[in-house]
Nanobody, 126 residues
Framework: QVQLVESGGGLVQAGGSLRLACAAS????????MGWFRQATGKEREFVAA????????YYADPVKGRFTISRDNAKNTLYLQMNSLKPEDTAAYYC???????????????????WGQGTQVTVSS
């Protein structure tokens, strides 16, 4: 079993920054690609970013490229999402997820992830 716990969300003004963290336990964190997704009220959950097990390869959704940075610390079993230049349209619940290596699939697809955290709310005011 895998437990993923997000933290770091909150209320921030447009143009501000937040750093989300996701603490993982229950499996060998360093062996898995990890991802961040978000879900705004009334919308589908969408891909934000992903990072390979080693941290060498990263992937971003177009709306966040150049503003968000995904990283990981395998020694601390923690995944991060640094969010800069935040916009009101970034308002959403943010979820971390562990990629399902057994079934595979696109890193950009939520169906490729087998374990999810409970989410942390990010609200960006204009």
């Amino acid at each position: 079993q895998v437990q993923l716990v997000e933290s770091g969300g909150g209320l921030v003004q447009a143009g501000g920054s937040l750093r989300l963290a996701c603490a993982a336990s229950g499996r060998t964190f360093s062996a898995y690609t990890m991802g961040w997704f978000r879900q705004a009220t009334g919308k589908e959950r969408e891909f934000v970013a992903a990072i390979s097990w080693s941290g060498v390869n990263t992937y971003y959704a177009d709306p966040v490229k150049g503003r968000f940075t995904i990283s990981r610390d395998n020694a601390k079993n923690t995944l991060y999402l640094q969010m800069n230049s935040l916009k009101p349209e970034d308002t959403a619940a943010y979820y971390c997820a562990q990629y399902n290596s057994y079934t595979g699939g696109s890193y950009y697809s939520r169906g490729s992830y087998g374990y999810w955290g409970q989410g942390t709310q990010v609200t960006v005011s204009s």
